[in-house]
């Protein structure tokens, strides 16, 4: 099986920053994508960031400018640094890989999620 493992997650104030890491592992042969979403309470998950095989990226138009998505392909990780942090910044944070086992089949797997809460 994949395993996503989170880290990162806490609590910092308003303008604040915090560096959100995920680390997958297990049978993979390949990363085809890497993402972060979040959930806050009463709303939908949403897309904040995303990061594909080939290096292109995705930005939810609330983080533009403040969060940065990285990838280190040798250690099947991502990395979500978050500046200029706000209160409806506050939600929990999930990663999500999108890539294929040794035997070619295609999978999806999700973090447990790291909680993110901006406060003063």
């Known amino acids: 099986q994949v395993q996503l493992v989170e880290s990162g997650g806490g609590l910092v104030q308003p303008g604040g920053s915090l560096r959100l890491s995920c680390a997958a592992s297990?049978?993979?042969?390949?990363?085809?994508?890497m993402g972060w979403y979040r959930q806050a309470p009463g709303k939908q998950r949403e897309l904040v960031a995303r990061i594909t095989s080939g290096g292109s990226t995705n930005y939810a138009d609330s983080v533009k400018g403040r969060f940065t998505i990285s990838r280190d392909n040798a250690k099947n990780t991502v990395y979500l640094q978050m500046n200029s942090l706000k209160p409806e910044d506050t939600a929990v944070y999930y990663c999500n890989v999108d890539g294929r086992k040794g035997g070619g089949q295609i999978f999806g797997s999700w973090g447990q999620g790291t909680q993110v809460t901006v406060s003063s």
């Open positions: 297990g049978s993979i042969f390949s990363i085809d994508a």
